[in-house]
T-cell receptor
Framework: QKEVEQNSGPLSVPEGAIASLNCTYSDRGSQSFFWYRQYSGKSPELIMF????GDKEDGRFTAQLNKASQYVSLLIRDSQPSDSATYLCAVNMFRTGNQFYFGTGTSLTVIP | EADIYQTPRYLVIGTGKKITLECSQTMGHDKMYWYQQDPGMELHLIHY???????EKGDLSSESTVSRIRTEHFPLTLESARPSHTSQYLC???????????????FGPGTRLTVT
């Protein structure tokens, strides 16, 4: 079992729709959770982080965290073609001395 | 947003050569990391450092070494490059919690290495 697992893609949504990306993690003691966007051939870019249960909104992006279910998600509202990228979920694993573990990523395509 | 730099951005080199990939950050971050990422694959942690003179190996053994003599500088050295080392190498840094920053890592632009 991988430390961080993301829903398999690729995911395609029409422009203006809501894209939903999901992630589960193995370490119940983890405290910090991150979403990165990675365009092809580029390095990951931080778009959201969340530390507490519940929702955190930043513009068109909403991160949701449920520590009891060991689940974190990212919602992108009013999806734009420029949102087309691979989205990486990352977790700061408490039990491994605060090392970051990344999921394999979910590829999102927003269709104009 | 952190300012983190990597050089070279692209490198093509022959088997057996020794190479050093440079990484520098100007944010005063204590913690720095090296990751390896193949196309379409997840990031694998190679090395990390929690401060000057502190280095640790990550999950992926890539026959490389690192040093942390200065806070801002974290170079990665491959003593003898092999075709299996062909990959993208990403450097990242983050501040210690409570040191004016959160827990998030920021990435440099990456070095794409090809070993022929």
């Amino acid at each position: 079992q991988k430390e961080v697992e993301q829903n398999s893609g690729p995911l395609s949504v029409p422009e203006g729709a809501i894209a939903s990306l999901n992630c589960t993690y193995s370490d119940r003691g983890s405290q910090s959770f991150f979403w990165y966007r990675q365009y092809s051939g580029k390095s990951p870019e931080l778009i959201m982080f969340i530390y507490s249960n519940g929702d955190k909104e930043d513009g068109r992006f909403t991160a949701q965290l449920n520590k009891a279910s060991q689940y974190v998600s990212l919602l992108i509202r009013d999806s734009q073609p420029s949102d087309s990228a691979t989205y990486l979920c990352a977790v700061n694993m408490f039990r491994t001395g605060n090392q970051f573990y990344f999921g394999t990523g979910t590829s999102l395509t927003v269709i104009p | 947003e952190a300012d983190i730099y990597q050089t070279p951005r692209y490198l093509v080199i022959g088997t057996g050569k020794k190479i050093t990939l440079e990484c520098s950050q100007t944010m005063g971050h204590d913690k720095m990391y090296w990751y390896q990422q193949d196309p379409g694959m997840e990031l694998h942690l190679i090395h990390y450092s929690y401060g000057v003179n502190s280095t640790e190996k990550g999950d992926l053994s890539s026959e490389s070494t690192v040093s942390r003599i200065r806070t801002e500088h974290f170079p990665l050295t491959l003593e003898s490059a092999r075709p299996s080392h062909t990959s993208q190498y990403l450097c990242a840094s983050k501040a210690s919690i409570g040191a004016g920053g959160g827990d998030e890592q920021y990435f440099g632009p990456g070095t794409r290495l090809t070993v022929t």
